[in-house]
Nanobody
Framework: QVQLVESGGGLVQPGDSLTLSCAAS????????IGWFRQAPGKEREGVSC????????KYADSVKGRFTISRDAAKNTVYLQMSSLKAEDPAVYYC?????????????????WGQGTQVTVSS
């Protein structure tokens, strides 16, 4: 079965760290550009970070730059989003997307694969 599965979400306190995983099955993630998106209640889905296949260059939204890091583990067929210094504005459902041609930046674009999302809650 071809799918993306996110995991690692949970409840943390402000300032804590959390690492999300995006695991692929049925296809090799290393051949795809990967993007992380998030959607908070009542808000539009927004791009958080993306990493390209090939040179592995990464991009980040200004709101997470310096706090979040995207990375790949080809052996585990997984992409990670390491989140640190979590803030009150970070809670959302986080999704990953994969595309063989496009760099997943725009949440309105239809990419090859989307995961089902994982909830991140930040509360003191």
């Amino acid at each position: 079965q071809v799918q993306l599965v996110e995991s690692g979400g949970g409840l943390v306190q402000p300032g804590d760290s959390l690492t999300l995983s995006c695991a692929a099955s049925g296809f090799t993630l290393d051949y795809y550009n990967i993007g992380w998106f998030r959607q908070a209640p009542g808000k539009e889905r927004e791009g958080v970070s993306c990493i390209s296949t090939g040179d592995g260059s990464a991009k980040y939204a200004d709101s997470v730059k310096g706090r979040f890091t995207i990375s790949r583990d080809a052996a585990k067929n997984t992409v990670y989003l390491q989140m640190s210094s979590l803030k009150a504005e970070d809670p959302a459902v986080y999704y990953c997307a994969a595309d063989s041609a496009l760099l997943p930046i725009d949440p309105r674009t239809s990419y090859d694969y989307w995961g089902q999302g994982t909830q991140v809650t930040v509360s003191s």
